[in-house]
């Protein structure tokens, strides 16, 4: 726990001007991003006695090992500033929408020749009109399946659309009439382009003037007794008002406004949004948060539109905004909504009329989200903190540990040896900071060995992170090695972003083992960058616990690995499967949780994650490995001169007999590649030739012999090891 007198800055080095600041802890990570009208003001409240902060303020601030900021020239740019880097960096301690998913919308592709009625999500994209959001997928395809009668637009994929048309028939919905069928020319492109205006302006709520039309002709119909028509008519009339019946009217006016109500607690507050179009309620969604600070109602608000409209431009903004507090300042948060929608915002509070009680709607379900909210956390925090106590209390740790990392080795029947270490963080995975390892310092089955080597690896990237960035000491810690570092530029493995580059070129690894190769990450992580920029890098951070798939042999190699290290700071403890026991280092009993244990079901989660990473990428590279070719063994060849390899000479057979000069004939292909190719193949010996047990013929196969033509994962070849369970592990 840090003393905040230790990094406050002095009160004359602090401008009293608008910027945004950011807390970092000791690992340089952001932990808080804030902005302020006054950064001399504002950061002051942070550095008072800590008996008077508010007790996550306490948190944050004790947490934190630095601070610093960005000045900017008004309270505008700085509310930009501050929404981009809490979307760059996810501190831990600011405001948090959990239940964030991207929202469905309606849309339709006004870009399109033929325009298509559909449900998108993510990102809008020019040329389509968007209607919503909507609370569920479903509540968009009733209403669209109810307006399909009146306005049978397409909806079906680009796919089904060229099928429909080479063939000359239409899908299902072109013979059931919910689709004029522009596929088979039932309708032109203009005509279709007309029906999709109409469906847009009846979904925009200009519904009285199309459902008067539609009224007048059903009369006329009946009038020249067409009663067929006017029936068809009734029943479109039918169609419509139930679709609206979805939709009710709430506010007059066709008024475009969103509605946000908050309901909070001292420690979460739940954000409910009901967007209302044309006078319609068109969709709604909700988000909790967790009360970082002590924080006004005005100030959830203001994250809150945040959030809300921070990725939304144009008429994706309404024209007013009505709120249950306003940001204090209005000012810059009503200015920048304006920037986002072009036009001018209105950000008010309700105080009569239809509005009003429309927002009283609004704040009951807020309350009754929060309430829902605090009866599933409280299960399933207590559940989560109990495991993490329980945990402690049978390893004897001196604190619950927050982090722990599970290590697991894979192989079949000692091929392909792989490693996988999994995290997780407040009982939870993290998925992005998983990380895979190949074993290439041996061959052959040697659990204890792979352990040991795996945790050597990991944690001597963690000691050079230290020295790095200046936490490691000259002397290092008592009886410490000292950290390999690097002796060439970091290089990647196949092309893939984030793979880890060269450990060690040099000296032998602690234990007598050669320095292992390049820890390869199939899956590239997503907090791959430096610590100057404030987000996590890869095995950057110290767990509290180390768990390994293993007995006692595996404990103690991982044990010795971190004390050849000089790490001496981190506990270990193994899971056996057959009997589920916890065995810690140098002990010659297992610690026998009870089996209702909730510690104990949350080591197994931890081992069992652990076991099918690994075993996932054990199967991946042995699938690799059934399907490599001899193009694989060429240094430098991509899968893009491959392909153009075995297009240009058709088979691997051809290829193999082809001259330098054929070979630099391929585009792309020059001659220095070409005579690295040449001379893999020259290098490379030739299979035996295929016979014909029952005919004696030899078989002259263009496909190139011993290569596996069977799904991948599956060999082909004799005395090939199979998948069989107990063999893999």
């Not at 939870?428 to 792979?450: C, M, N, P, T, W």
Request: with cysteine; glycine share 8%.
């Amino acid at each position: 726990m840090a003393d905040p007198s230790s990094y406050r800055p002095k009160p004359g080095e602090i401008p009293d001007s608008p910027g945004v600041y950011r807390f970092r802890d000791e690992h340089r990570r952001v932990i808080y991003v804030g902005k302020a009208k006054s950064l001399r003001q504002r950061l002051a409240n942070y550095f008072q006695d800590l008996a008077g902060l508010h007790p996550r303020t306490r948190s944050m601030v004790t947490t934190a090992a630095s601070v610093e900021w960005t000045v900017v020239s008004t309270e505008v740019e700085a509310l930009q500033l501050e929404y981009s880097w809490i979307k760059e960096y996810d501190p831990r301690f600011n405001v948090k929408y959990r239940d964030d998913k991207s929202y469905p919308y309606l849309a339709v592709t006004m870009n399109e020749e033929f325009p298509r009625v559909q449900v998108m999500r993510g990102h809008k994209k020019k040329g389509v009109r968007y209607f919503g959001p909507y609370a569920h997928a479903w509540a968009i395809r009733d209403t669209v399946d109810l307006l399909l009668r009146v306005f049978p637009v397409r909806t079906c994929s680009a796919g089904v659309f060229k099928n429909a048309a080479r063939t000359g028939r239409p899908c299902l919905l072109g013979y059931i009439d919910k689709c004029s069928a522009p596929c088979v020319d039932r309708i032109s492109a203009e005509d279709h382009r007309e029906l999709a205006e109409e469906f847009c302006d009846f979904m925009a709520g200009r519904t009285g003037t199309y459902l008067r039309r539609l009224e007048q002709r059903m009369a006329r119909a009946a009038e020249d007794m067409e009663y067929e028509r006017a029936a068809r008519l009734r029943d479109d009339i039918g169609a419509l008002k139930k679709a609206m019946e979805k939709n009710a009217v709430v506010l007059a006016d066709a008024t475009d406004a969103d509605l946000i109500a908050v309901a909070e607690d001292e420690l979460e507050a739940a954000v409910q949004i009901f967007h209302v179009r044309g006078g319609r309620v068109r969709g709604q969604r909700g988000w909790v948060t967790d009360k970082v600070e002590e924080i006004t109602t005005g100030a959830l608000v203001e994250h809150a539109l945040q959030q809300l409209y921070g990725e939304e431009t144009g008429d994706a903004v309404p024209r007013e905004v009505l709120v249950p507090a306003l940001p204090d300042p209005v000012e810059p948060v009503q200015e920048w909504l304006t920037g986002r929608r072009g036009a001018n915002v209105s950000l008010r509070v309700p105080q009569r009329g239809d509005k009003k009680a429309l927002m009283e709607t609004v704040q009951r379900n807020a309350q009754q989200a929060l309430v829902l909210h605090k009866t599933k956390r409280a299960s399933d925090l207590t559940t989560r903190s109990r495991a993490l106590e329980e945990i402690a209390e049978a390893l004897d740790l001196d604190s619950a540990p927050l982090r722990i990392e599970c290590y697991d080795i894979s192989h079949l029947q000692g091929d392909d040896v792989v490693a996988s270490m999994v995290v997780f963080e407040d009982g939870l995975a993290r998925k992005s900071e998983y990380r895979r390892f190949q074993i290439k310092s041996f061959a052959g089955q040697d659990d204890v060995r792979s352990m040991h080597e795996v945790i050597t690896r990991r944690f001597r990237r963690y000691l050079a992170e230290k020295e790095r960035t200046g936490e490691w000491t000259d002397s290092g810690p008592a009886g410490a090695a000292e950290p390999a570092t690097s002796t060439e530029p970091a290089t990647s493995s196949e092309g893939t972003e984030g793979t880890e580059g060269t450990e060690g070129a040099s000296g032998a690894a602690p234990g007598g083992l050669a320095e292992p190769p390049a820890d390869t990450l199939t899956e590239p992580p997503t907090d791959t960058l430096t610590e100057d920029d404030g987000r996590p890098k890869r095995f950057a951070y110290p767990p509290q616990l180390v768990v390994v798939d293993g007995g006692a042999p595996q404990v103690a190699a991982a044990r010795r690995a971190l004390d050849e290290l000089g790490i001496d700071d981190i506990a270990v403890c193994g899971l056996a499967k057959r009997l589920e026991e916890v065995w810690l280092p140098g002990e010659d009993d297992p610690v026998v949780m009870p089996r209702t244990s909730e510690g104990l079901y949350l080591l197994q989660r931890v081992r069992d994650e652990a076991h099918r990473f690994a075993i996932t990428y054990q199967r991946t590279r042995r699938a690799k490995r059934f399907r490599a070719g001899p193009l694989d063994e060429v240094p430098g060849l991509g899968e893009a001169r491959k392909r153009a390899l075995i297009k240009h000479f058709g088979s691997v057979k051809k290829l193999r007999s082809a001259t330098i000069e054929q070979i630099c004939e391929v585009p792309g292909i020059g001659r220095k590649t070409a005579e690295v190719i040449a001379a893999a193949f020259a290098r490379a010996a030739l299979p035996a030739p295929a016979v014909n047990t029952a005919t004696g013929e030899i078989m002259d196969d263009e496909e190139e012999p011993g290569q596996a033509t069977g799904s991948p994962g599956e060999p082909v070849s004799a005395g090939a090891p199979d998948d069989r369970r107990g063999q893999e592990r």
